[in-house]
């Protein structure tokens, strides 16, 4: 733990930009030092949980906790307050919460998964883990102190914590005009050098002749997320987007492996080449990784999970001359009727229709059959049914789901499956069953 020293070889230089204020390296140095008077009476590596701040106090909180060598968990807005010993929480819409707390840290942030392949688990990091993530992104793109970076995405989330710490380290400068469905205003008032983005997002973007122009004028978007749709590879080609398609996860610090921009993969399922701070092992067991990134394991059900040299991917694939091969996630194979089948099979069907959409599959247990799929499709306009229906045709009908789900929202976060399973056992009136299978 210690403190995390700002890249900018001039203190003066604008760090953080938005539609309010200009804040420098400096006078953000400035404020981490008056918080730090939120964090006295605590003993070092004691777990700080932040929420309902903005992204820059966020960030500056963080600072701050990490100067006094305390741990950090940044909770998503709205989000439970998860299992983990934590001894303090700040919350920008409440007084703060003490608690008694033995437990001492050997991590500096815990980021919360989205648990989509079951209970959230609190992914636990130290700066240095951070660091090489970031380091290891600001070499593959030649991020420079004269780049900008639109935050896209929330710091609770890998990918916007490390949007921040890499332009920390590089001495860059951060872009922010309100939250991630709002990029297309922020694109109105600033022109990044970066964007990290999840397809959806892009989609969104493309709609606009005038966001076009602004996409291709940057140097990198790098899109990660979820799985690149054919499609829209395709109109980031043509339209000559300097789109770089990443993959990566939490318990990595972000990043694992990434394309050059305007670089594309010649076959389905190609996610880039491995970053240089990797070793990857095809095993009988899986895709084994290592390196300076690795997580340091995580809290789950408040019972904490140390990881070893190495860490087994949740996805199955290959690594072939450096590049990683993922073929879909190893936990997530069910059985129907005896027959396995990967939420993959359904889905990729319906790419090329759900451009401005979200979908899950979920699994359901079932007397007569084991489990049965159910499809979730989150959008801001519901869709048409028929569509979907008639894509699906290709199928066997054993392996098409039996129910379809519309969450109506324009949110643009990874989809949580705890989440959704919340919303369907409430009977939330933001989520509605559009068509059911009845027999096969």
Same mark, same amino acid.
Request: include cysteine.
């Given at each position: 733990?210690?403190?995390?020293?700002?890249?900018?070889?001039?203190?003066?230089?604008?760090?953080?930009?938005?539609?309010?204020?200009?804040?420098?390296?400096?006078?953000?140095? @400035?404020?981490?030092?008056?918080?730090?008077?939120?964090?006295?009476?605590?003993?070092?590596?004691?777990?700080?949980?932040?929420? /309902?701040?903005?992204?820059?106090?966020?960030?500056?909180?963080?600072?701050?906790?990490?100067?006094?060598?305390?741990?950090?968990?940044?909770?998503?807005?709205?989000?439970?307050?998860?299992?983990?010993?934590?001894?303090?929480?700040?919350?920008?819409?409440?007084?703060?919460?003490?608690?008694?707390?033995?437990?001492?840290?050997?991590?500096?942030?815990?980021?919360?998964?989205?648990?989509?392949?079951?209970?959230?688990?609190?992914?636990?990091?130290?700066?240095?883990?951070?660091?090489?993530?970031?380091?290891?992104?600001?070499?593959?793109?030649?991020?420079?102190?004269?780049?900008?970076?639109?935050?896209?995405?929330?710091?609770?989330?890998?990918?916007?914590?490390?949007?921040?710490?890499?332009?920390?380290?590089?001495?860059?400068?951060?872009?922010?005009?309100?939250?991630?469905?709002?990029?297309?205003?922020?694109?109105?008032?600033?022109?990044?050098?970066?964007?990290?983005?999840?397809?959806?997002?892009?989609?969104?973007?493309?709609?606009?002749?005038?966001?076009?122009?602004?996409?291709?004028?940057?140097?990198?978007?790098?899109?990660?997320?979820?799985?690149?749709?054919?499609?829209?590879?395709?109109?980031?080609?043509?339209?000559?987007?300097?789109?770089?398609?990443?993959?990566?996860?939490?318990?990595?610090?972000?990043?694992?492996?990434?394309?050059?921009?305007? +670089?594309?993969?010649?076959? /389905?399922?190609?996610?880039?080449?491995?970053?240089?701070?990797?070793?990857?092992?095809? +095993?009988?067991?899986?895709?084994?990784?290592?390196?300076?990134?690795?997580?340091?394991?995580?809290?789950?059900?408040?019972?904490?999970?140390?990881?070893?040299? +190495?860490?087994?991917?949740?996805?199955?694939?290959?690594?072939?001359?450096?590049?990683?091969?993922?073929?879909?996630?190893?936990?997530?194979?069910?059985?129907?009727?005896?027959?396995?089948?990967?939420?993959?099979?359904?889905?990729?069907?319906?790419?090329?229709?759900?451009?401005?959409? /979200?979908?899950?599959?979920?699994?359901?247990?079932? /007397?007569?059959?084991?489990?049965?799929?159910?499809?979730?499709?989150?959008?801001?306009?519901?869709?048409?049914?028929?569509?979907?229906?008639?894509?699906?045709?290709?199928?066997?009908?054993?392996?098409?789901? @039996?129910?379809?789900?519309?969450?109506?929202?324009?949110?643009?976060?990874?989809?949580?499956?705890?989440?959704?399973?919340?919303?369907?056992?409430?009977?939330?009136?933001?989520?509605?069953?559009?068509?059911?299978?009845?027999?096969?």
């Amino acid at each position: 733990m210690g403190e995390l020293r700002a890249g900018a070889e001039n203190l003066s230089q604008i760090f953080w930009r938005d539609s309010h204020e200009d804040l420098s390296f400096l006078e953000m140095q @400035r404020k981490v030092q008056d918080f730090r008077l939120k964090m006295q009476g605590l003993s070092k590596g004691s777990l700080i949980l932040l929420q /309902d701040f903005s992204p820059k106090l966020t960030w500056i909180l963080m600072l701050a906790a990490w100067n006094c060598d305390l741990a950090v968990l940044p909770l998503p807005p709205g989000a439970s307050i998860p299992d983990v010993p934590w001894a303090r929480m700040l919350s920008g819409s409440a007084q703060a919460v003490e608690r008694a707390c033995d437990y001492i840290h050997s991590c500096d942030l815990y980021i919360l998964t989205s648990g989509s392949t079951g209970a959230p688990k609190a992914v636990g990091h130290t700066l240095e883990t951070l660091a090489s993530s970031a380091r290891a992104t600001i070499d593959f793109y030649r991020f420079r102190s004269e780049d900008s970076w639109l935050l896209s995405l929330d710091p609770s989330h890998i990918g916007g914590l490390q949007i921040l710490l890499r332009v920390w380290l590089a001495g860059g400068e951060v872009l922010y005009w309100g939250e991630p469905k709002d990029i297309a205003d922020a694109l109105k008032h600033c022109d990044p050098s970066f964007l990290s983005l999840v397809p959806t997002q892009l989609f969104l973007l493309l709609e606009n002749n005038t966001n076009q122009e602004k996409l291709r004028r940057s140097k990198a978007i790098l899109l990660g997320g979820a799985k690149t749709q054919a499609t829209l590879m395709d109109r980031a080609r043509k339209l000559d987007l300097p789109v770089s398609i990443t993959y990566g996860s939490s318990e990595t610090a972000s990043q694992i492996s990434a394309f050059p921009t305007r +670089t594309y993969p010649e076959d /389905d399922g190609d996610v880039g080449k491995v970053l240089p701070i990797w070793v990857v092992h095809s +095993t009988p067991k899986g895709l084994e990784i290592s390196g300076n990134a690795l997580f340091k394991g995580y809290f789950q059900n408040g019972q904490w999970l140390a990881t070893g040299e +190495t860490f087994l991917l949740p996805d199955r694939g290959e690594y072939r001359d450096g590049h990683l091969h993922i073929e879909g996630r190893s936990d997530q194979i069910f059985q129907v009727g005896g027959e396995n089948l990967s939420p993959s099979e359904i889905l990729g069907p319906l790419e090329a229709i759900a451009n401005l959409s /979200d979908l899950m599959i979920l699994t359901q247990g079932d /007397d007569r059959f084991g489990h049965i799929p159910l499809l979730i499709i989150r959008s801001a306009k519901e869709p048409d049914i028929k569509l979907y229906l008639n894509r699906l045709q290709v199928l066997k009908p054993i392996k098409r789901p @039996r129910e379809i789900w519309w969450l109506r929202s324009d949110d643009v976060g990874k989809l949580s499956k705890l989440r959704i399973q919340t919303l369907l056992h409430s009977k939330h009136d933001s989520i509605k069953r559009l068509w059911r299978y009845e027999k096969l």
